[in-house]
Protein backbone atom coordinates (compact mmCIF):
# COMPACT_ATOMS: atom_id res chain seq x y z
CA UNK A 1 0.00 0.00 0.00
CA UNK A 2 1.41 3.53 -0.74
CA UNK A 3 2.17 5.59 2.44
CA UNK A 4 2.33 9.45 2.34
CA UNK A 5 5.88 10.89 3.03
CA UNK A 6 4.65 11.89 6.73
CA UNK A 7 3.61 8.16 7.96
CA UNK A 8 7.15 6.93 6.43
CA UNK A 9 8.74 9.78 8.89
CA UNK A 10 6.45 8.73 11.89
CA UNK A 11 7.05 5.00 11.41
CA UNK A 12 11.09 5.69 11.09
CA UNK A 13 11.13 7.84 14.43
CA UNK A 14 11.35 6.25 17.63
CA UNK A 15 8.85 6.73 20.29
CA UNK A 16 9.31 7.06 24.39
CA UNK A 17 9.11 3.80 24.98
CA UNK A 18 10.98 1.67 22.48
CA UNK A 19 14.82 0.69 23.49
CA UNK A 20 16.10 3.19 21.41
CA UNK A 21 14.86 5.63 23.84
CA UNK A 22 15.71 3.71 27.20
CA UNK A 23 18.68 3.39 25.57
CA UNK A 24 19.13 7.37 25.31
CA UNK A 25 18.00 7.80 28.76
CA UNK A 26 20.47 5.39 29.93
CA UNK A 27 22.87 7.07 27.87
CA UNK A 28 22.17 10.77 29.50
CA UNK A 29 22.44 9.33 32.99
CA UNK A 30 25.83 7.43 32.05
CA UNK A 31 27.13 10.67 30.89
CA UNK A 32 26.38 12.39 33.87
CA UNK A 33 28.01 9.99 36.08
CA UNK A 34 30.85 9.74 33.52
CA UNK A 35 31.29 13.53 34.50
CA UNK A 36 30.59 13.12 38.87
CA UNK A 37 33.55 10.67 38.21
CA UNK A 38 35.66 12.23 35.78
CA UNK A 39 39.28 11.02 35.47
CA UNK A 40 38.29 8.02 36.73
CA UNK A 41 39.22 4.62 34.63
CA UNK A 42 35.90 3.16 32.28
CA UNK A 43 34.53 0.06 33.34
CA UNK A 44 33.29 -2.85 31.10
CA UNK A 45 29.77 -1.67 30.97
CA UNK A 46 30.74 1.76 30.18
CA UNK A 47 32.55 0.91 27.19
CA UNK A 48 29.00 -1.10 26.47
CA UNK A 49 27.56 1.82 26.58
CA UNK A 50 29.99 3.81 24.64
CA UNK A 51 29.75 1.41 21.67
CA UNK A 52 25.52 1.34 21.82
CA UNK A 53 26.04 5.21 22.10
CA UNK A 54 28.25 4.99 18.80
CA UNK A 55 25.73 2.34 17.20
CA UNK A 56 22.92 4.10 18.18
CA UNK A 57 24.36 7.51 16.74
CA UNK A 58 24.90 5.32 13.45
CA UNK A 59 21.48 4.65 12.76
CA UNK A 60 20.12 7.85 13.85
CA UNK A 61 22.17 9.33 10.94
CA UNK A 62 20.97 6.45 8.20
CA UNK A 63 17.72 7.03 9.52
CA UNK A 64 18.01 11.03 8.83
CA UNK A 65 19.85 10.45 5.81
CA UNK A 66 16.85 7.86 4.33
CA UNK A 67 14.44 11.19 6.07
CA UNK A 68 16.28 13.84 3.65
CA UNK A 69 15.43 11.67 0.99
CA UNK A 70 11.75 11.38 1.52
CA UNK A 71 11.75 15.06 1.83
CA UNK A 72 13.76 15.23 -1.13
CA UNK A 73 10.83 13.08 -2.83
CA UNK A 74 8.03 15.00 -1.29
CA UNK A 75 9.42 18.38 -2.62
CA UNK A 76 9.20 16.77 -6.00
CA UNK A 77 5.94 15.59 -5.63
CA UNK A 78 5.10 18.58 -4.21
CA UNK A 79 6.28 20.24 -7.30
CA UNK A 80 4.61 18.03 -9.25
CA UNK A 81 1.62 18.30 -7.98
CA UNK A 82 1.67 22.48 -8.77
CA UNK A 83 2.44 21.42 -12.24
CA UNK A 84 -0.48 19.17 -12.40
CA UNK A 85 -2.14 21.79 -10.52
CA UNK A 86 -1.10 24.88 -13.12
CA UNK A 87 -1.45 22.98 -16.05
CA UNK A 88 -5.25 22.01 -15.63
CA UNK A 89 -5.67 25.69 -14.18
CA UNK A 90 -4.32 26.39 -17.62
CA UNK A 91 -6.43 23.84 -19.49
CA UNK A 92 -9.44 25.55 -17.95
CA UNK A 93 -8.73 28.70 -19.17
CA UNK A 94 -7.95 27.67 -22.41
CA UNK A 95 -11.33 25.83 -22.45
CA UNK A 96 -12.98 29.35 -20.95
CA UNK A 97 -10.56 31.27 -24.00
CA UNK A 98 -12.22 28.92 -26.78
CA UNK A 99 -15.93 29.07 -25.23
CA UNK A 100 -15.24 32.96 -25.37
CA UNK A 101 -14.01 32.90 -28.85
CA UNK A 102 -16.39 30.34 -30.25
CA UNK A 103 -19.16 32.70 -28.83
CA UNK A 104 -17.39 35.85 -30.24
CA UNK A 105 -17.03 34.21 -33.80
CA UNK A 106 -20.87 33.75 -33.09
CA UNK A 107 -21.66 37.42 -32.45
CA UNK A 108 -19.42 38.03 -35.62
CA UNK A 109 -21.54 35.78 -37.70
CA UNK A 110 -24.53 37.35 -36.68
CA UNK A 111 -22.91 40.68 -36.93
CA UNK A 112 -21.97 40.17 -40.78
CA UNK A 113 -25.21 38.62 -41.83
CA UNK A 114 -27.44 41.57 -40.15
CA UNK A 115 -24.96 43.95 -42.09
CA UNK A 116 -25.12 42.48 -44.71
CA UNK A 117 -28.72 41.79 -45.19
CA UNK A 118 -29.00 46.01 -43.92
CA UNK A 119 -26.64 46.85 -47.21
CA UNK A 120 -28.34 45.01 -49.70
CA UNK A 121 -32.00 46.16 -48.48
CA UNK A 122 -30.58 49.82 -48.42
CA UNK A 123 -28.83 48.90 -52.29
CA UNK A 124 -32.17 47.52 -53.10
CA UNK A 125 -33.77 50.82 -52.06
CA UNK A 126 -31.37 53.10 -53.93
CA UNK A 127 -31.95 50.89 -56.95
CA UNK A 128 -35.20 51.50 -56.89
CA UNK A 129 -34.80 54.69 -56.05
CA UNK A 130 -32.66 55.54 -59.21
CA UNK A 131 -35.14 53.61 -61.50
CA UNK A 132 -37.84 55.70 -60.60
CA UNK A 133 -35.61 58.89 -61.47
CA UNK A 134 -34.27 57.37 -64.49
CA UNK A 135 -37.52 56.44 -65.69
CA UNK A 136 -39.04 59.93 -64.83
CA UNK A 137 -36.18 61.65 -66.45
CA UNK A 138 -36.66 59.34 -70.02
CA UNK A 139 -40.22 60.16 -70.13
CA UNK A 140 -39.50 63.99 -69.74
CA UNK A 141 -37.12 63.73 -72.37
CA UNK A 142 -39.54 61.94 -74.74
CA UNK A 143 -42.08 64.03 -74.05
CA UNK A 144 -39.71 66.57 -75.07
CA UNK A 145 -38.44 65.05 -78.02
CA UNK A 146 -42.12 64.60 -78.98
CA UNK A 147 -42.63 68.11 -78.78
CA UNK A 148 -40.04 69.25 -80.67
CA UNK A 149 -40.81 66.56 -83.66
CA UNK A 150 -44.18 67.64 -83.69
CA UNK A 151 -42.85 71.16 -83.72
CA UNK A 152 -40.83 70.72 -86.87
CA UNK A 153 -42.44 68.20 -88.86
CA UNK A 154 -44.28 71.12 -90.87
CA UNK A 155 -40.37 71.96 -91.61
CA UNK A 156 -39.58 68.64 -92.13
CA UNK A 157 -41.96 68.59 -95.02
CA UNK A 158 -41.39 72.31 -96.73
CA UNK A 159 -37.53 71.34 -96.74
CA UNK A 160 -38.30 67.96 -98.12
CA UNK A 161 -40.69 69.84 -101.20
CA UNK A 162 -37.79 72.21 -101.21
CA UNK A 163 -35.27 69.12 -101.99
CA UNK A 164 -37.18 67.45 -104.44
CA UNK A 165 -37.41 70.61 -106.43
CA UNK A 166 -33.69 70.92 -105.14
CA UNK A 167 -32.72 67.93 -106.85
CA UNK A 168 -34.80 67.79 -110.09
CA UNK A 169 -33.40 71.09 -110.64
CA UNK A 170 -29.67 70.14 -109.17
CA UNK A 171 -29.90 67.09 -111.94
CA UNK A 172 -30.60 69.38 -114.91
CA UNK A 173 -27.90 71.75 -113.52
CA UNK A 174 -25.46 69.03 -112.70
CA UNK A 175 -25.80 67.46 -116.13
CA UNK A 176 -25.53 71.28 -117.45
CA UNK A 177 -22.02 71.38 -115.73
CA UNK A 178 -20.92 67.67 -116.39
CA UNK A 179 -21.43 68.79 -120.31
CA UNK A 180 -19.21 71.96 -119.71
CA UNK A 181 -16.64 70.28 -117.83
CA UNK A 182 -16.32 67.57 -120.80
CA UNK A 183 -15.71 70.50 -123.22
CA UNK A 184 -13.30 73.02 -120.77
CA UNK A 185 -11.62 69.30 -119.96
CA UNK A 186 -11.34 68.42 -123.90
CA UNK A 187 -10.38 72.21 -124.79
CA UNK A 188 -7.53 72.46 -122.24
CA UNK A 189 -6.38 68.14 -123.46
CA UNK A 190 -6.73 70.15 -127.14
CA UNK A 191 -4.29 73.29 -125.55
CA UNK A 192 -2.11 70.86 -123.71
CA UNK A 193 -1.41 68.95 -127.20
CA UNK A 194 -1.13 71.93 -129.33
CA UNK A 195 1.35 73.01 -126.48
CA UNK A 196 3.17 69.81 -127.20
CA UNK A 197 3.13 69.47 -130.52
CA UNK A 198 6.89 69.56 -131.55
CA UNK A 199 7.78 67.58 -128.98
CA UNK A 200 9.09 64.18 -129.02
CA UNK A 201 9.50 61.29 -126.65
CA UNK A 202 12.33 59.15 -126.83
CA UNK A 203 12.37 55.42 -124.84
CA UNK A 204 14.95 53.11 -123.88
CA UNK A 205 17.99 55.34 -123.48
CA UNK A 206 19.71 53.92 -120.16
CA UNK A 207 20.18 56.68 -117.52
CA UNK A 208 23.59 58.93 -117.48
CA UNK A 209 24.25 58.84 -121.10
CA UNK A 210 23.13 62.34 -121.70
CA UNK A 211 25.73 63.39 -119.11
CA UNK A 212 25.75 67.37 -118.67
CA UNK A 213 24.24 68.11 -122.08
CA UNK A 214 21.08 66.77 -122.86
CA UNK A 215 20.44 69.08 -125.93
CA UNK A 216 23.34 67.62 -127.86
CA UNK A 217 23.07 63.92 -126.67
CA UNK A 218 19.50 64.05 -128.07
CA UNK A 219 20.52 66.12 -131.32
CA UNK A 220 23.56 63.73 -132.08
CA UNK A 221 21.13 61.04 -131.13
CA UNK A 222 18.38 61.84 -133.68
CA UNK A 223 21.16 62.24 -136.10
CA UNK A 224 22.77 58.92 -135.99
CA UNK A 225 19.26 57.20 -135.76
CA UNK A 226 17.27 58.34 -138.70
CA UNK A 227 20.09 58.81 -141.20
CA UNK A 228 19.44 62.88 -140.93
CA UNK A 229 21.91 64.82 -143.05
CA UNK A 230 22.42 67.33 -140.37
CA UNK A 231 21.87 67.54 -136.65
CA UNK A 232 17.98 68.41 -135.75
CA UNK A 233 17.66 72.08 -134.37
CA UNK A 234 16.41 71.42 -130.69
CA UNK A 235 15.04 74.02 -128.33
CA UNK A 236 15.61 72.38 -125.48
CA UNK A 237 15.84 68.42 -124.26
CA UNK A 238 15.24 66.87 -120.90
CA UNK A 239 15.20 63.51 -119.02
CA UNK A 240 11.96 62.17 -117.52
CA UNK A 241 11.87 61.35 -113.50
CA UNK A 242 10.99 57.97 -112.84
CA UNK A 243 8.41 57.39 -110.21
CA UNK A 244 10.50 54.11 -108.95
CA UNK A 245 13.80 52.07 -109.70
CA UNK A 246 14.00 48.79 -110.32
CA UNK A 247 12.84 46.05 -111.76
CA UNK A 248 9.82 46.38 -113.48
CA UNK A 249 10.44 49.80 -113.70
CA UNK A 250 9.78 51.93 -116.94
CA UNK A 251 12.32 52.53 -119.34
CA UNK A 252 14.64 56.03 -119.22
CA UNK A 253 12.66 58.26 -121.33
CA UNK A 254 13.65 62.07 -122.60
CA UNK A 255 11.17 64.49 -124.06
CA UNK A 256 12.76 67.19 -126.60
CA UNK A 257 11.29 70.54 -128.44
CA UNK A 258 12.10 70.25 -132.30
CA UNK A 259 12.59 74.26 -133.34
CA UNK A 260 11.22 73.28 -136.67
CA UNK A 261 8.29 72.20 -138.08
CA UNK A 262 9.64 71.11 -141.16
CA UNK A 263 12.67 68.87 -139.39
CA UNK A 264 9.98 67.40 -137.46
CA UNK A 265 7.48 66.18 -140.16
CA UNK A 266 11.11 65.12 -141.85
CA UNK A 267 11.85 62.69 -138.82
CA UNK A 268 8.43 61.73 -138.14
CA UNK A 269 8.47 60.35 -141.69
CA UNK A 270 11.57 58.57 -141.32
CA UNK A 271 10.59 56.89 -137.52
CA UNK A 272 7.15 55.58 -139.54
CA UNK A 273 9.10 53.98 -142.01
CA UNK A 274 11.89 52.27 -140.09
CA UNK A 275 10.25 49.23 -137.92
CA UNK A 276 13.40 48.95 -135.72
CA UNK A 277 15.25 51.88 -133.86
CA UNK A 278 18.30 51.23 -131.96
CA UNK A 279 21.09 53.19 -130.70
CA UNK A 280 24.71 51.69 -129.54
CA UNK A 281 23.30 48.27 -129.35
CA UNK A 282 19.93 49.33 -127.46
CA UNK A 283 16.44 48.50 -128.76
CA UNK A 284 14.61 52.39 -128.60
CA UNK A 285 11.65 53.94 -129.42
CA UNK A 286 10.42 57.08 -130.68
CA UNK A 287 6.94 59.09 -130.73
CA UNK A 288 5.36 62.03 -130.28
CA UNK A 289 5.00 63.54 -127.00
CA UNK A 290 1.19 63.71 -126.24
CA UNK A 291 -0.70 64.54 -123.53
CA UNK A 292 -1.58 62.00 -120.81
CA UNK A 293 -5.67 61.91 -121.80
CA UNK A 294 -4.91 61.48 -125.39
CA UNK A 295 -1.81 58.81 -124.87
CA UNK A 296 -5.00 56.74 -123.14
CA UNK A 297 -7.05 56.99 -125.48
CA UNK A 298 -4.52 56.24 -128.09
CA UNK A 299 -3.21 53.23 -126.21
CA UNK A 300 -6.86 51.45 -126.05
CA UNK A 301 -6.29 50.64 -130.53
CA UNK A 302 -3.26 49.20 -129.79
CA UNK A 303 -5.00 45.80 -130.23
CA UNK A 304 -6.61 46.96 -133.28
CA UNK A 305 -3.29 48.48 -134.95
CA UNK A 306 -1.65 44.73 -134.42
CA UNK A 307 -4.71 43.31 -135.93
CA UNK A 308 -4.51 45.53 -139.11
CA UNK A 309 -0.69 45.06 -139.11
CA UNK A 310 -0.83 41.44 -140.33
CA UNK A 311 -3.86 42.03 -142.95
CA UNK A 312 -3.29 42.22 -146.52
CA UNK A 313 -4.52 45.12 -148.75
CA UNK A 314 -5.36 47.24 -145.09
CA UNK A 315 -4.14 50.82 -144.54
CA UNK A 316 -4.41 52.36 -141.30
CA UNK A 317 -3.31 55.64 -139.62
CA UNK A 318 -4.65 57.26 -136.02
CA UNK A 319 -5.45 60.55 -136.13
CA UNK A 320 -5.14 63.29 -133.24
CA UNK A 321 -6.33 62.84 -130.78
CA UNK A 322 -7.52 59.27 -131.42
CA UNK A 323 -9.47 58.74 -134.22
CA UNK A 324 -8.59 55.82 -136.15
CA UNK A 325 -9.15 55.72 -139.80
CA UNK A 326 -9.31 52.30 -141.91
CA UNK A 327 -8.81 52.22 -145.35
CA UNK A 328 -10.33 48.73 -147.09
CA UNK A 329 -11.58 48.13 -149.75
CA UNK A 330 -11.08 51.39 -151.33
CA UNK A 331 -13.17 52.81 -148.53
CA UNK A 332 -13.29 54.76 -145.16
CA UNK A 333 -13.70 53.85 -142.09
CA UNK A 334 -13.42 56.00 -138.95
CA UNK A 335 -13.54 54.81 -135.27
CA UNK A 336 -13.82 57.27 -132.32
CA UNK A 337 -14.47 53.63 -129.62
CA UNK A 338 -12.14 51.51 -129.63
CA UNK A 339 -14.01 48.39 -129.23
CA UNK A 340 -15.97 48.97 -132.48
CA UNK A 341 -12.40 49.32 -134.23
CA UNK A 342 -11.63 46.19 -132.51
CA UNK A 343 -14.86 44.63 -133.60
CA UNK A 344 -14.23 45.58 -137.29
CA UNK A 345 -10.39 44.80 -137.69
CA UNK A 346 -11.81 40.89 -136.27
CA UNK A 347 -14.55 40.96 -139.19
CA UNK A 348 -11.87 41.74 -141.63
CA UNK A 349 -9.64 39.21 -140.39
CA UNK A 350 -12.34 36.76 -140.32
CA UNK A 351 -13.00 37.04 -143.89
CA UNK A 352 -9.59 36.93 -145.19
CA UNK A 353 -9.24 33.89 -143.15
CA UNK A 354 -12.58 32.15 -144.71
Known sequence: MHRTP?????????????????????????????????????SGAEIKTKLEMEGLKTLIEKEMGGIKTELLNLKKDMKKLNIKEEVEKINEEVKDLKTEIKDLKTEITESAQALKREITDKLKEQNKQMKIKIETLVKDKLSEVEEALNLHSTDISIIKDLAESSARNS?????????????????????EGYQRRSNLRIVGIPEGMERSNPRGFTADLLQQVLALDQKPLLARAHRVKRRFKGPGAPQGQMILKVQNDYELEEMMGKIVR????????????????????????????????????????????????????????????????????LDFAQRIKNQEED
Open 6 to 42: EEKLKTRLPTVGDPVGRSEASISGRTRSQEDIAGKKP
Open 171 to 191: DRDIKRLSELLDKITEKCTEL
Open 274 to 341: SKNLTFEGARISIYRDYPAEVAKKRNAFRETKRILRELKDVRYTLRYPATLRVTYDNQDHFFKNPQNA
